[in-house]
């Protein structure tokens, strides 16, 4: 059957006869392979002129394609690193997401037998199966569509398997894939869509059998990348201090003005305007909540897959070094809270014990115990998944540390040096902010109460040392508050903060990076992955105090009662959910929110926070987390 | 099997001075970095090692990081193939135009279809890949089975093997072992006196590594005759 190639281009195979056998057009590549080093390349350049077929490919030149790669494959000896440079690179240079599966097979074939078979290869069939974790610029914005999704799956199937093949035939290649990997990932100011498709295939590589190999340097990966992101969202332009006009105002119309301006001229403004910073920073806030979003159902899967416990070894390793130290991390660090609260019994206990160390262990510099025992408080308070024993054990040997400080401390110290104790100030701030969530609880059951009654406060509170006046005002008086309602202990001098959020003295031991008001786990700001946390996490408003006139039952029933009470979930904005007026008072809401916030007061009374339902993806909300802060 | 050899070597190694309280946990760690490499100096890729210390004394370096150094001597097993040795793996792939093995667990080795000799054809048995002797009908190798090959040349980046079935001596390792007494009867002492030296070296250092790679010379199919040549 001598069917005529109806093809313009020039075929490798004119000479050749349709019907050829496949031993013989491979013995025809190997000889146009051997001859390019006696000087003859015409067959060999038209070898590769079949592979740069590009565009839509005619269903014979996918023939032609095809078999020359599969009669490559049966050459591979004949190819020379040197000799065929050309070649190589063209085959390299392939992308699979621009082929049918036909070829893709075959190209992956020839992948797999090229690595295999001479050492020299390894490395350029690796990096061109990464290089592969990723569509053709050009194909970015196709992947939203169904037939896009279609073929992401077919080549990352395809790329996948030819990895562990590859690690199956070459043991040591995992060795040899981690550097490539590292290197070739997208860089944080790249496209949303690439990054998430390039981190989407490390995670699956942590997840298959190479994962034993590659597997935690991925996830550490993933999370350098994530305090990156995070890193660049800044507050500068967002915080204000305490403005009477609401500020939701301002930012509202600005951003519609930039919004209308760019779309009617189409190109960045200089940075200046709030606005346009703001628009700069939702594209950053976006990665990073689209990437969270992804280690969270990773660590969902490992969950499943019963392997949370190893992967949290990684995951706490990487906090430890790249999220415990870095000051403006806002929403990292819930990776770590998440992957607690699919375990507490384990990764739950363990990162809080873990924490607790850091905390008492005098080998750490100051400012890692300072961060670690923000990060300890902050996680305590607002992990809805903690049993209340550890709570409380954990508190006990916070207490005991304090304790044991201020009996090591002696002499008459008139004035105040916060800066030369503010690891006790941090530890004392930390005790009260914790109880200020879980008094309450603690108080209503039996055990748990005469733990905390027991536990020596007054001393450390007492003590010259005198934290209640050195710790942050607006905690010190919400704790007081409480312990005076449940009788813990009371303080013969009245402080009179007025609502004061920090002062003098406060600042002095927070020092330069403001550790005395760093609470890492106030409300995530991040729109998508929110909900992965927002099951497990406790809200300022769903505290029970100990001076709130109500049932007495413990704390975990109320939230209950709470939440189905209104028939309106917590799923739709704290704000709004709050401002329900059958349960509370608005006024000692709003008491209760002045203490234990900066939202500007006027803002509740402002029919904004409707206007900002809608506007989630606002910068106004991303509140720099500097004080507990209730929704 | 050959290019397996034990080396005795007097090192040292540095360490920061923050190890100090852990010396040991640092040397080993220090020497792990050495394993499944080539290193020059050993000639060889490092396999195993084992240490003793040589002095209790370290001198420590002058400059910024006071490192220490630490004088050890150390046994190590290395694995140096070298053109024309004899070496066995496992088959993991089988083709028409090259045959995959592995070494010792970790060394991938490729053997081209010019590099086997005539006397194989490859053939699909049973539905299975197959490369069949010609001259023997029992000698067949397929994907799983040990084989005996020379070596042609060792990539010591990548610890790649490229290998040759053309000498007599080569082919399915079971087949070869049972078939001893068709080769003569110097071939067949050298082989044994190699044997014995290999398998009692390896005894003596071998880790799990060996263990796990299937080396056949723990196969149970010894022949009973050398089961007084293992050494306890």
Redesign the interface.
């Known amino acids: 059957m001598g069917v005529e190639l109806a093809t313009d281009r020039p075929g490798f195979y004119e000479m050749v006869d349709v019907d050829v056998s496949d031993s013989e057009l ?1 013995y025809h590549v190997r000889d146009a392979l051997k001859s390019v080093s006696q000087g003859d390349s015409d067959h060999y350049n038209q070898l590769i002129a079949v592979m740069h077929y590009t565009g839509r490919l005619a269903p014979d030149e996918v023939a032609m394609l095809v078999t020359s790669l599969k009669a490559l ?5 004949y190819i020379d690193i040197i000799h065929h440079e050309s070649l190589l690179s063209s085959i390299f240079g392939m992308s699979m997401w621009n082929y049918g599966p036909d070829v893709m097979d075959a190209l992956v074939e020839l992948i797999i ?1 090229l690595a ?5 290869f ?2 350029s069939c690796l990096d061109m199966l990464v290089r592969n974790f990723t569509p053709p610029k050009s194909y970015l914005d196709l992947l939203g569509h169904p037939r896009g999704l279609a073929r992401k799956h077919e080549v990352l199937d395809r790329v996948h398997s030819a990895l562990s093949h590859i690690a ?5 290649a995992p060795m ?1 894939l981690t550097p490539i990997i590292l290197q070739r990932m997208p860089h944080m100011f790249d496209k949303e869509t690439l990054i998430v498709i390039y981190v989407e295939s490390m995670l699956r590589l942590e997840s298959s059998a190479l994962g034993e190999f590659v597997g935690s340097t991925m996830l550490m990966a993933l999370v350098d990348r994530l305090i990156d992101l995070d890193v660049e969202i800044s507050w500068d332009d967002i915080v204000l201090e305490d403005s009477g006009k609401g500020i939701f105002d301002m930012e509202l119309e600005d951003v519609d003005d930039i919004i209308g301006y760019a779309e009617k001229d189409g190109f960045e403004h200089p940075r200046g305007t709030l606005g346009r910073q703001s628009l700069g920073t939702n594209a950053v806030a976006d990665k990073l909540d689209s990437l969270m979003v992804l280690a969270c159902e990773h660590l969902k899967s490992c969950a499943d897959g019963e392997r949370l416990t190893k992967v949290f070894e990684t995951l706490l390793q990487s906090f430890w070094v790249t999220i415990l130290n870095a000051y403006k991390s806002k929403f990292s660090q819930f990776v770590m809270f998440y992957a607690c609260s699919l375990d507490p019994e384990h990764c739950g206990e363990r990162f809080a014990v873990f924490l607790a160390d850091i905390f008492v262990c005098r080998t750490h510099p100051a400012l890692t115990r300072m961060s670690a025992v923000a990060y300890l408080a902050s996680y305590l308070s607002r992990g809805k998944f903690l049993p209340p024993s550890l709570i409380a054990s954990t508190l006990k040997r916070l207490v005991d540390w304090c304790l044991e400080y201020c009996q090591v401390q002696n002499g008459e110290e008139k004035t105040l040096y916060p800066e030369t104790h503010r690891v006790f100030y941090s530890g004392c701030q930390a005790i009260m902010y914790v109880l200020c969530f879980r008094m309450r609880s603690m108080m209503d059951s039996h055990r748990l109460k005469s733990q905390l009654l027991h536990m020596p406060l007054e001393p450390i509170f007492r003590h010259q040392l005198d934290p209640l006046k050195v710790c942050l005002p607006s905690i010190v008086e919400e704790f007081l508050r409480q312990a005076k309602a449940a009788h813990l202990f009371t303080v013969s001098e009245t402080f009179l903060f007025n609502n004061l959020l920090e002062s003098d003295l406060s600042k002095a031991f927070g020092g330069m990076e403001r550790l005395d008001m760093f609470f890492p786990f106030d409300p995530c700001l991040l729109k998508k992955c929110d909900r992965f946390i927002r099951p497990s996490f406790v809200y300022w408003s769903m505290v029970k105090t100990t001076y709130d006139e109500g049932e007495d039952c413990s704390s975990e029933e109320d939230i209950n009662e709470y939440f189905d009470g209104n028939g309106k979930s917590y799923m739709d904005g704290g704000i709004t959910r709050s401002l329900d007026e059958h349960d509370l008072d608005l006024d000692e809401f709003e008491c209760q929110l002045n203490k234990m916030s900066i939202t500007p007061r006027n803002s509740l009374k402002n029919g904004l926070i409707n206007k900002l339902e809608n506007y989630m993806r606002m910068p106004a909300r991303i509140r720099p987390s500097t004080s507990p802060e209730s929704l | 099997m050959e290019g397996l050899n034990v080396a005795d070597a007097n090192l040292a190694v540095y360490i920061h001075p923050s190890k100090a309280g852990k010396v040991s946990q640092a040397i080993l760690r220090q020497l792990s970095t050495l394993l ?1 490499k080539y290193i020059e100096v050993f000639d060889g890729v490092v396999l195993a090692y084992d240490v003793t210390f040589r002095d209790k004394n370290a001198k420590v370096l002058p400059g910024i990081n006071s490192y220490f150094g630490v004088k050890l001597k150390a046994k190590m097993l290395l694995f140096s193939p070298k053109p024309d040795m004899l070496l066995e793996g496992k088959v ?2 089988l ?4 045959l ?1 093995v ?1 070494v010792l ?4 080795a ?1 053997i ?3 590099d086997i000799r005539e006397e194989f054809h490859y053939r699909i048995k049973h539905g299975e890949e197959v490369f069949a002797s010609t001259s023997h009908r029992r000698h067949v190798i397929k994907v799983g089975s040990m084989i005996t090959f020379s070596v042609k040349s060792f ?1 010591e ?4 093997i ?1 290998g040759s079935l053309i000498p007599e001596n080569t082919g399915s390792t079971k087949w070869l072992h049972k078939h001893v007494e068709e080769g003569s009867i110097v071939e067949r002492s050298i082989k044994k006196q190699k044997q014995k030296d290999d398998r009692s070296k390896m005894q003596e250092h071998c880790t799990g590594i060996l263990d796990n790679a299937g080396l056949s010379l723990n196969a149970e199919d010894q022949p009973k005759k050398t089961k007084s040549q293992r050494i306890i």
């Open positions: 491979v494959s049966g050459s591979i000896s037998s295999a078979s001479n050492g020299k390894v490395d199956d035939l070459v043991p040591l040899r | 499944f993991v792939k083709g028409k135009e090259a995959h592995i667990g970790f060394s991938s490729c081209a279809e010019e990539d980046e990548i610890l790649h490229s």
